[in-house]
């Protein structure tokens, strides 16, 4: 099973700054697969990025992943207020998929 | 439109059953893997299972292999989940999702949520 570790597990940080997630993985994610989630409280998952750095239709430019092998970026260049919510990594390319713990972004 | 919607949750006693039906709309279903994800009070998120749309290929998280089954009906565009033996630690929101095995999870339901207490 790949383990991913999310870092750090919550960030504060303040709006209009910029923000670092970091996922590691335990074992190399093959074929990039790693996405990540927008949760905000109350409501299901959002995705924003697949194939560690493909955005989905529709999010902001301000999102942006990179990564590869066992080590993944969420940037976020300049937060906005609904941005400050929690977001997940999730690896998809081996059975089982896992998740990462999540990071919160809040407000400072 | 896309839609994704769960039923059958409940409060459930240890050792009890439930079983979790997801309709879908708005997409050719039969192409798609779909796949639950749970959600415990407060915490992060849990891959469950996945089930392929094409030749019906079944995963299972380590934690609910032997209780849970997967399925799926093609033909009334639903998928399930049988829980059977459920635990405490079964309780959460339970989500239905389209995505699998090397496709992300695009779209999500809106959770429902099962109760595990005597």
């Known amino acids: 099973e790949i383990v991913l570790t999310q870092s750090p597990g919550t960030l504060s940080l303040s709006p209009g700054e910029g923000a670092t997630l970091s996922c590691r993985a335990s074992?190399?994610?093959?074929?990039?697969?790693l996405a990540w989630y927008q949760q905000k409280p109350g409501q299901a998952p959002r995705l924003l990025i697949y194939?560690?750095?493909s955005r989905v239709n529709g999010i902001p430019d301000r999102f942006s992943g990179s990564g590869s092998g066992t080590d993944f970026t969420l940037t976020i260049s300049r937060l906005e207020p609904e941005d400050f919510v929690v977001y997940y990594c999730?690896?998809?390319?081996?059975?089982?998929?896992?998740f990462g713990g999540g990071t919160k972004v809040e407000i400072k | 439109e896309v839609q994704l919607v769960e039923s059958g949750g409940g409060l459930i006693q240890p050792g009890g059953s439930l079983r979790l039906s997801c309709a879908a709309s708005?997409?050719?279903?039969?192409?798609?893997?779909m796949t639950w994800v749970r959600q415990a009070p407060g915490k992060g998120l849990e891959w469950v299972s996945s089930?392929?749309?094409?030749?019906?290929?079944?995963y299972y998280a380590d934690s609910v292999k032997g209780r849970f089954t997967i399925s799926r009906d093609n033909a009334k565009e639903s998928f399930y989940l049988q829980m059977n033996g459920l635990r405490i630690e079964d309780t959460g929101v339970y989500y239905c999702?389209?995505?699998?095995?090397?496709?992300?999870?695009?779209?999500w339901g809106q959770g429902t949520l099962v109760t595990v207490s005597s």
């Open positions: 074992q190399t994610v093959s074929n990039r697969y």
């Open positions: 999730h690896q998809y390319g081996s059975s089982p998929q896992t």
């Open positions: 194939g560690a750095s």
């Open positions: 089930i392929t749309g094409s030749d019906g290929a079944i």
């Open positions: 708005g997409f050719t279903f039969h192409y798609y893997s």
């Open positions: 999702a389209r995505g699998g095995l090397a496709a992300a999870v695009t779209y």
